[in-house]
């Protein structure tokens, strides 16, 4: 149980174009979802949390207008790089928990994470 | 600031030989640990979760949680070559809000 789908798991796109990500909860629900970014060899990023039907909250550094967040429902949430440049080259990953799995406590589940390369 | 910190490595084992990855955590009211497998160039996996002082097995992992010394561990019995990734552990509040803060994970190679 709890997996959670990322599509697409490459990109490789020209400066200026706008990419989209998908992650999908599979089977559950998710009101929240966590997007992260990855540089190579470094730890895990948190850039924002995804809420349904609200706002994303972003962490402190990272520009809402330049990384769109949607949530429309409970099993999708989209994040969305605006005029990608070469310097958004990086590893993103989903993740998501499933709320009945306890609450408070429950752990994250990764999507299979997309690798952008921006040209 | 809540900071979760392992050492980087790399931690390196023969085969068959007992792999020890240490964590230690910032924030007291922390209640939720947990591990997590991250092989190069893919996202993590939970690997083990654990809630309650003591130990917690599972086939070769076993998490120790040690509340009062903010201090969590991850042993891998007969290390195997595929165990080899980079190790995050992970550290939560009780709180639904609370996020889930990662520390910078440890890199194990396994020597076959």
């Known amino acids: 149980g709890a997996v959670v789908s990322q599509h697409p798991s490459w990109v490789i796109c020209k400066s200026g174009t706008s990419v989209k990500i998908e992650c999908r909860s599979l089977d559950f629900q998710a009101t929240t979802m966590f997007w992260y970014r990855q540089f190579p060899k470094q730890s895990l990023m948190l850039m924002a949390t995804s809420n349904e039907g609200s706002k994303a909250t972003y962490e402190q550094g990272v520009e809402k207008d330049k990384f769109l967040i949607n949530h429309a429902s409970l099993t999708l949430s989209t994040l969305t790089v605006t005029s990608a440049h070469p310097e958004d080259s990086s590893f993103y990953i989903c993740?998501?928990?499933?709320?009945?799995?306890?609450?408070?406590?429950?752990?994250?589940?990764f999507g299979d994470g997309t690798r952008l390369s921006i040209l | 600031q809540k900071e979760v910190e392992q050492n980087s490595g790399p931690l390196s084992v023969p085969e068959g030989a007992i792999a020890s990855l240490n964590c230690t955590y910032s924030?007291?009211?922390?209640?939720?640990f947990f591990w997590y497998r991250q092989y190069s160039g893919k996202s993590p996996e939970l690997i083990m979760s654990i809630y309650s002082n003591g130990d917690k097995e599972d086939g070769r992992f076993t998490a120790q949680l040690n509340k009062a010394s903010q201090y969590v561990s991850l042993l891998i019995r007969d290390s195997q070559p595929s165990d080899s990734a980079t190790y995050l552990c992970a550290v939560k509040g009780f709180a639904s809000y609370d996020k889930v803060i990662f520390g910078p994970g440890t890199s194990l190679s396994v020597i076959p």
């Open positions: 993740s998501a928990r499933d709320p009945l799995q306890g609450a408070g406590n429950q752990p994250q589940h």
């Open positions: 924030d007291r009211g922390s209640q939720s």
